[in-house]
DNA sequence: GTATTGTTTCCAGTGGCTGGAAGGTAATCA
DNA sequence: TGATTACCTTCCAGCCACTGGAAACAATAC
């Protein structure tokens, strides 16, 4: 397959797929006589595996691990589970202080009339 | 003020006080003799303005453009309330999102058994 | 007079792509 | 066969919001 093919199938945009390729995390399986990047099957399990992985917001070097954790078939699940509970903390970690923001912001929006007059508590607040 | 004391008492990195006048955020209110910057009681007021209102995650551009509502003595409150329903509205596509995220994450994870045998029903949930 | 601290500019790097230019290759159509 | 189009290559630059570091100049403390 070439570049074009894979990322169509692996639902990647061809600028990433060669991105992979050039850090080293997907890399394809050769090259043609002119010079284009080939690749099997296996590699379009790798991209779609990573496709998965960053959209549950693994960085692209946890991926790295992660993709050699899939390879390797004398490696126990503790290592990757220990992997998606941290992911699971840093999530939450992230919604509780989002939630904070949304309350704050919510609390100095709902204090303001927004119409024409000039009084604005958002304003207020955010420079406290 | 100099640049270290006006970034202590607006409790930002000196870095980040020079990369705001860099883009023309906060501009200082002169020069020294030396070209040291000089910053007086206005421009703190903005940097505080800008630091709080960044950490409730509005882009640079928003804080320009937010610092303009806050210096436009004749402005109406109705531009400010607007940008931060936005805000707020975005907080809540990303906090939703987040939740999905955990939800499918922790779903495969307790699924997991997480310890020397080889089967991974994370590592199988990430490559489909 | 010297040691330390503070400031300046400039350059480069972060993460994870993405856009675009300039040029070579392959496939399709007349 | 030639022309057009579609696809591929590399390389460079830009995004956001800083951050780190180097080399040099300025101010302050002892």
Redesign the pocket.
């Not at 990647?12 to 990433?16: G, S, V």
């Given at each position: 397959m070439?570049?074009?093919?894979i990322?169509k199938k692996a639902d990647?945009?061809?600028?990433?797929v060669?991105?992979?390729?050039d850090i080293g995390l997907v890399s394809?399986s050769g090259?043609?006589?002119?010079?284009?990047?080939i690749y099997g099957e296996m590699e379009l399990n790798k991209l779609r595996f990573?496709r998965s992985a960053?959209s549950f917001g693994f960085?692209?070097?946890?991926?790295r691990e992660l993709l050699g954790l899939y390879e390797d078939r004398d490696r126990s699940s503790r290592d990757v589970k220990r992997m998606a509970l941290q992911r699971i903390s840093e999530i939450e970690d992230k919604m509780a202080e989002l939630q904070t923001l949304h309350d704050e912001l919510s609390r100095l929006a709902s204090s303001c009339h927004g119409d024409d007059r000039a009084d604005c508590p958002i304003l207020t607040g955010l420079s406290r």
């Open positions: 070439n570049i074009g093919t990322a990647l945009p061809i600028k990433t060669r991105y992979y390729a394809p090259r043609s006589d002119a010079g284009y990047r990573v960053r960085t692209v070097e946890e991926c």
